[in-house]
């Protein structure tokens, strides 16, 4: 039989892979893919949920500040997956959190999709505390979840945020690049996900590395790949520590990416022990593979 699932923020840059999946499965799920009246204007988004409705998703627009309409929305999911963006987790996730407990959904997947957030290491990070709080909440209010810990999304690292300039060969790097961290591809996040609520093996947390790359490996093979050279420059996990302790990192971007690649450079990206193989019908992408679309990305 047919899962009801709902897929709020699916249209989003991971909520859009995660909705695939589902749709590429849609024998085994009844799709809904909720999202506010307003992103219809954004050309990109109303061509996704077109996308989407062709291919087999009911498509709900609710307004997130009227609690009957969401309510009224869930009713009759079973599950109900956040991929929200993490600048309304705090606000709008727990309205979602209250809606989808008084629907009767059964399970709630929070917008979660990064480094393990039950590391204290990571709970200082400013965008978990609020990804924190929601599973405070859905424990409070005995609505089952699961979390998924992804590590670092493979197809969106080498971009500015994690200190990478690829299209001028450059790249900082903390520590010695020698620490082997967790990569998903957005394409991965989704199989893994629907793979998790439709054969029903979600426990309270799945973490999910099915890449462990250190820095410098992953370097060595970029510039194979690329068949040029990348200036690094590297900061010890000393200095950024005391430039982060004497605030001199104020900017919440600046700070938040810093303490995101401290984790990493740590070790502390990833608890154990990791779930990957508990699904082995996914088969997630390899550095390499994804290593062979580069070209088009920079
Ligand atoms: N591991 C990594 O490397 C990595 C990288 C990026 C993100 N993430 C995590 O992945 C999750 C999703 O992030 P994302 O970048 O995919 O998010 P996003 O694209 O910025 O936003 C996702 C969706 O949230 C909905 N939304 C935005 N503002 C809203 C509001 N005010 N009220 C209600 N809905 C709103 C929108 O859907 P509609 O317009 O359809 O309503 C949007 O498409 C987050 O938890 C984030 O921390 C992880």
Known sequence: MSKKVCIVGGTGHLGQFIT??????????????????????????????????????????VDFNNSNELIKALKGNE????????????EEQNKLIDA????????????EFGVDTTLSFNQEISLIKPKIDSVKKLEELGLDYTRFMTGIFLDMFFSPWFGFDLPNGKANIIGDG??????????????????????????????????????????????????????VKRESVEEVKSKLGAGKISDIGEKTSTM???????????GQPTNEKDYPSVKPITFNEWLKTMPKLV
């Open 100 to 111: 989808a407990k008084m629907a009767g959904v059964k399970k709630f997947i929070p917008s």
């Open 178 to 231: 020698n620490v082997k961290f967790p990569f998903t591809h957005r394409e991965d996040v989704g199989k893994y996900v629907a793979e998790a609520v439709l054969s029903g093996k979600s426990p309270k947390v799945v973490r999910l590395a099915p890449i462990m790359l250190s820095l410098n490996d992953a370097l060595d093979l970029l510039r194979k790949q690329l068949g040029r050279t990348i200036d």
């Open 79 to 90: 599950v109900v997956i956040s991929a929200l963006s993490h600048n309304v987790v705090a």
């Open 260 to 270: 995101l690649r401290l984790s990493a450079a740590l070790g502390y990206a990833m």
């Open 20 to 61: 695939n999946a589902f749709l590429a499965r849609k024998n085994e799920a009844d799709i809904t893919v909720l999202t506010r009246p307003e992103s219809q204007t954004n050309e990109s988004t109303k061509k996704l949920c077109d996308s989407f409705r062709s291919r087999g998703a009911k498509i709900s627009y």
